[in-house]
T-cell receptor, first 113, second 117 residues
């Protein structure tokens, strides 16, 4: 298995632009998680899905953030409009069952200037 | 509020020194416990995990961790560190019976380990 695949690896965008991050979980994993990592706040859970359904989005910072999982093999995290404080590394992770460990993707380093 | 505490923000050791990184959590009920490692510029990788059974868990690269339920702790240890162990280490807990959402891990803030050659 290729693991959790995220794209792009790096994204530099101007403030106000829309940003879309993509994630392909491991086949057969029913849980998908989006995390944000910054120096100041560490790892923050943004949202997670079970069987493509959003279960907990309480970590999504603002209405500017949205996430979708249209099918079992694809998820997106969108920021519209982006702001400099959104600059962070965004990780996607997947898990095959509740309580199991996660497999993380390589992350997307987002820089908003 | 539920939390995972990693007491040391940054640990600096010389090669061959012994390592112990602290992790405490504040959940009741059934827990699964994890340690993840993040090498510079890379993603998090699972180092070891505890679900049940022997509270002393052995992971990859010579790491081990001990679950002490009475202390709500899951400290990470390694008898002799190497320069290549330089990384950030995250403790995580999955609390399945303590309110909130199920299925997600709660991560500590991480401990940076720097090993001097």
């Amino acid at each position: 298995d290729a693991g959790v695949i995220q794209s792009p690896r790096h994204e530099v965008t101007e403030m106000g632009q829309e940003v879309t991050l993509r994630c392909k979980p491991i086949s057969g994993h029913d849980y998908l998680f989006w995390y944000r990592q910054t120096m100041m706040r560490g790892l923050e859970l943004l949202i997670y899905f079970n069987n493509n359904v959003p279960i907990d989005d309480s970590g999504m910072p603002e209405d500017r953030f949205s996430a979708k999982m249209p099918n079992a093999s694809f998820s997106t995290l969108k920021i519209q409009p982006s702001e400099p404080r959104d600059s962070a590394v965004y990780f996607c992770a997947s898990s095959f069952r509740q309580g199991a460990g996660y497999t993380f993707g390589s992350g997307t380093r987002l820089t908003v200037v | 509020a539920q939390s995972v505490s990693q007491h040391n923000h940054h640990v600096i050791l010389s090669e061959a020194a012994s390592l112990e990184l602290g992790c405490n959590y504040s959940y009741g009920g059934t827990v699964n416990l994890f340690w993840y490692v993040q090498y510079p510029g890379q993603h998090l990788q699972l180092l070891l995990k505890y679900f049940s059974g022997d509270p002393l868990v052995k992971g990859i690269k010579g790491f081990e961790a001990e679950f002490i339920k009475s202390k709500f702790s899951f400290n990470l240890r390694k008898p002799s560190v190497q320069w290549s162990d330089t990384a950030e280490y995250f403790c995580a807990v999955n609390a399945r019976n303590y309110g909130g959402s199920q299925g997600n891990l709660i991560f500590g803030k991480g401990t940076k380990l720097s090993v001097k050659p």
